[in-house]
């Protein structure tokens, strides 16, 4: 079994969907967690980053993050076709490199 | 400032040879990180370099692949005698280090081995 499980997609939504993206892990030493954002033929851009339990918001996006089950998501307001991406979740140990999910890729139809 | 650079952005190769690929990390971050990316897959570590050491060789696939660092800077990924399976993008990602783990990725360099 894997350490980070992401919902697989494909997801496919309308503009001005509400979006939930995401992710379960089995380590509970992850400390860290993070949402990545990748266009096609591009590199991840780091889009969240969160440490403790609840929600974090920037903008758009809102970061959720459940300890006690081990859950994590990552919900888009009022999508927007530039929106369109793979969506990587990722965490870490205190001292550990970053596990990644395998990505949900969202597509966001005018 | 610059990000994260790497070269070549696409390479061709035939099976069995020898490929490079090369990472240029954001200046002042000490921590350095080699993903591979399958298509439609996640990414797979292959290694982390502190400073010029790596402490973390475990994503590596075999002794085909090996990678350094010079200088605290600059980073090389190696893989001798290349396969067909070896086909993917490799991604580099550099980071503040000492903790301050956000990593910031590179365009990554597709490699086909034919």
């Known amino acids: 079994q894997k350490e980070v499980e992401q919902d697989p997609g494909p997801l496919s939504v309308p503009e001005g969907a509400i979006v939930s993206l995401n992710c379960t892990y089995s380590n509970s030493a992850f400390q860290y967690f993070m949402w990545y954002r990748q266009y096609s033929r591009k590199g991840p851009e780091l889009l969240m980053y969160?440490?403790?339990?609840g929600n974090k918001e920037d903008g758009r996006f809102t970061a959720q993050v459940d300890k006690s089950s081990k859950y994590i998501s990552l919900f888009i307001r009022d999508s927007q076709p530039s929106d369109s991406a793979t969506y990587l979740c990722a965490m870490r140990t205190n001292a550990g490199k970053s596990t990644f999910g395998d990505g949900t890729t969202l597509t966001v139809k005018p | 400032g610059a990000g994260v650079s790497q070269s070549p952005s696409n390479k061709v190769t035939e099976k069995g040879k020898d490929v490079e690929l090369r990472c240029d990390p954001i200046s002042g971050h000490t921590a350095l990180y080699w993903y591979r990316q399958s298509l439609g897959q996640g990414l797979e570590f292959l290694i982390y370099f502190q400073g010029n050491s790596a402490p973390d060789k475990s994503g590596l696939p075999s002794d085909r692949f090996s990678a350094e660092r010079t200088g605290g800077s600059v980073s090389t990924l190696t893989i001798q005698r290349t396969q067909q399976e070896d086909s993917a993008v490799y991604l580099c990602?550099?980071?503040?280090?000492?903790?301050?783990?956000?990593?910031?990725f590179g365009p990554g360099t597709r490699l086909l081995v034919l």
């Open positions: 969160t440490y403790s339990s």
């Open positions: 990602a550099s980071s503040l280090g000492g903790g301050k783990e956000t990593q910031y």
